[in-house]
């Protein structure tokens, strides 16, 4: 067989654990697959992490009967893992990776790879959650899945519907910018790759895929859900404590507004703010009633004045200030939080002062004293949002901005896992 020197345009990446049973059967179908329907030029990459059995020998006899096979193999366990440092290495232009178990039909794959060879997008992935998707599996499954994906929505305030379904792709020069800064090899390495990729603007595009459960999936449920939870709350606060560069890699690659709205007039700056602040006191008014009903006032003016003030924060930062995507959310929120502490001690100095003035003051009186409260917080609210978490933004980042040890030329991003362990074979053949 000839040895072609043609770098591929796509690299498909297979991360295996000890499959030795059915690697043989779905490494053949999916090439079988690429060669009949995939027209730019692609490989296979197996990326073996720590296989016990037989994947490693398996997987090197299948390069001498298969051309555009490679192997890559890791001597630590983790699919992450083996997805990281298999894309990161890659010299394609788009890399994908894809469970061993084929549980999504490979006829999602080219809508998964169109907006990506032709630069629409920075990310695709397969979602199960969408009306279109068809999906078999146990009630347990999916009941796990569509409750992680939704706690993931509201606490995380992401958009991407599925972010565990194993059938993801990323145009190469992405992948080298973000993979270095998610920190999980194992199962949350997917969810943390989308989170950090949506908080940096990448355009993210989502393929309803057609999708059948592996019944013998060896994936503990337990123990990986408790694994997202912290991973979750690790990112979270990485991500308030600004320690992870998103709006360095947003600067550079990330999809900018077409164009830049004007900023509100002080005027319509107040306007704004004040339609928000009335919408927002009476919706603290009834919540306040509701939670007072069964809890204490301090507790009930606590839990109404927090409920509202994520609200405010996020409807005044797209309304009244103009500030829309992802940049700097999590610090905004942060902030908008501080704010909503320093409003609860106006509110609940007031209610002190008003139990001081009269104990047996009723819910009703407590409400009034509270509701002017409440105004004296919001008008100081709305200087804080203006002076300090909503002023006007810094310039965009350059890469000249970046320092040494956040670039990605040379070694020096590469985590220690990266640059050992393993043999990869890069040999590749062509098709004739």
Request: proline share 4%.
């Amino acid at each position: 067989m000839e040895i072609s020197t043609l770098t591929p345009t796509l690299e498909v990446v297979v991360p295996v654990n000890n499959e030795s049973a059915t690697l043989e059967r779905n490494v053949r179908t999916l090439h079988a697959y690429l060669a009949a329907e995939i027209d730019v030029p692609w490989q296979i990459t197996i990326a073996d992490n720590a296989s016990t059995d037989s994947t490693l020998q398996l997987a090197t006899l299948l390069t001498n009967d298969l051309d555009r096979l490679a192997v890559l193999h890791l001597d630590e366990k983790g699919r992450g893992r083996a997805v990281k440092r298999a894309w990161l290495e890659s010299t394609a232009r788009v890399v994908v990776y894809l469970d061993v178990d084929l549980s999504t039909d490979l006829r999602a794959l080219p809508p998964l790879l169109a907006p990506l060879l032709s630069g629409h997008s920075d990310v695709a992935i397969g979602t199960r959650l969408a009306r279109s998707a068809r999906v078999t599996r146990g009630g347990k499954r999916e009941f796990i899945s569509r409750s992680y994906n939704f706690l993931l929505r509201r606490t995380m305030g992401v958009g991407f519907s599925d972010a565990q379904c194993g059938f993801k792709a990323m145009r190469t020069e992405v992948a080298a910018r973000l993979l270095p800064l998610v920190e999980d090899t194992g199962w949350f390495f997917d969810t943390e790759l989308l989170i950090l990729a949506e908080r940096s603007g990448m355009r993210i595009h989502e393929v309803p895929v057609d999708w059948v459960d592996d019944p013998d999936s060896r994936v503990d449920i337990i123990q990986t859900a408790k694994a997202d939870l912290a991973g979750m709350w690790r990112v979270s606060r990485r991500l308030i404590a600004g320690r992870i560069p998103v709006d360095r890699v947003y600067a550079e690659l990330g999809r900018h507004p077409l164009a830049a709205p004007r900023p509100p007039s002080l005027f319509g700056q107040v306007v704004r703010f004040s339609a928000i602040g009335l919408l927002s006191t009476a919706v603290y008014a009834l919540l306040y009633l509701l939670f007072s009903s069964v809890l204490v006032g301090l507790v009930a003016n606590f839990l109404a004045l927090l409920v509202t003030a994520i609200a405010n924060t996020a409807a005044n930062r797209r309304i009244t200030f103009g500030v829309r995507g992802p940049a700097r959310l999590a610090t905004h929120q942060f902030q908008g939080l501080i704010v909503f502490g320093i409003a609860w001690l106006i509110t609940s100095g007031s209610l002190l002062e008003l139990y001081a003035i009269n104990p047996t003051a009723n819910s009703m009186v407590e409400l009034i004293v509270l509701t002017f409260a409440n105004l004296l917080a919001t008008a100081l609210r709305f200087v804080l949002f203006r002076s300090w978490v909503f002023r006007s933004q810094r310039e965009p980042l350059t890469a000249t901005d970046i320092e040494p040890h956040e670039t990605f030329g040379g070694d020096i991003v590469r985590s220690p896992d990266l640059q050992n362990g393993g043999h990869r074979n890069t040999e590749r053949v062509s098709a004739s």
